[in-house]
């Protein structure tokens, strides 16, 4: 089963528009997520993250929000621009004492193009 | 700024030949992984590393290994390659601990299996 869900395979917003992608998760023990942004031919790069213990954490442009009731987080960029178009990704964290590490589980990924 | 190599870029290889994968990264990291991205598949975990010569089984370690001599460095060894291993690979490194989840990535391997 996934743990991790992505339901919009693709997102395709105008310029200077708000860009909405959402993400599921099913795991009670992930504590931790955040946010990957990746272009073709580049592994991904971090963008932002939160801590189940808040819901909303923002960046600039970038605003995470966290609903733990309902497992469910988003991603929202306002304004859009044309070199946010990308590949996103969503991880969920879950932390093991045994190792000291944190492992992330990925959702499918959800291509936004913005459109000048 | 973290930097994270991967040897090659591109490989193809042929069924049945071994395969080794590595990646390098410069920034003290006790974590490292290896993941395969495939077409509407997302990243999928397939070891895990969180101390020299220690190691976790990911999501799909199935015809794959690992190595971990140091810290800096983590291989990835495909015993006998197969075509259904054609994929995007991916290492990443993280630190330990409650504050390190953040993974910093490599720019992926391309391997094709012919």
């Known amino acids: 089963d996934q743990q991790v869900k992505q339901n919009s395979p693709s997102l395709s917003v105008q310029e200077g528009r708000i860009s909405i992608l959402n993400c599921d998760y099913t795991?009670?023990?992930?504590?931790?997520f955040l946010w990957y942004k990746k272009y073709p031919a580049e592994g991904p790069t971090f963008l932002i993250s939160i801590s189940s213990i808040k819901d909303k954490n923002e960046d600039g442009r970038f605003t995470v929000f966290l609903n733990k009731s309902a497992k469910h987080l988003s991603l929202h960029i306002v304004p859009s621009q044309p070199g946010d178009s990308a590949v996103y990704f969503c991880?969920?964290?879950?932390?093991?004492?045994?190792?000291?590490?944190?492992?992330?589980?990925f959702g499918d990924g959800t291509t936004l193009t913005v459109k000048p | 700024d973290v930097k994270v190599t991967q040897s090659s870029r591109y490989l193809v290889k042929r069924t049945g030949e071994k395969v080794f994968l590595e990646c390098v990264q410069d920034?003290?990291?006790?974590?490292m992984f290896w993941y395969r991205q495939d077409p509407g598949l997302g990243l999928r975990l397939i070891y895990f590393s969180y101390d020299v010569k220690m190691k976790e089984k990911g999501d799909i370690p199935e015809g794959y290994s690992v190595s971990r001599e140091k810290k800096e460095r983590f291989s990835l060894i495909l015993e006998s390659a197969s075509t259904n291993q054609t994929s995007m690979y991916l290492c990443a490194s993280s630190f330990s601990g409650l504050a390190g989840r953040e993974q910093y990535f490599g720019p992926g391997t391309r391997l094709t299996v012919t």
């Open positions: 991880a969920a964290s879950a932390f093991s004492h045994n190792t000291n590490a944190g492992k992330s589980t």
């Open positions: 795991n009670s023990m992930f504590d931790y």
């Open positions: 920034m003290d990291h006790e974590n």
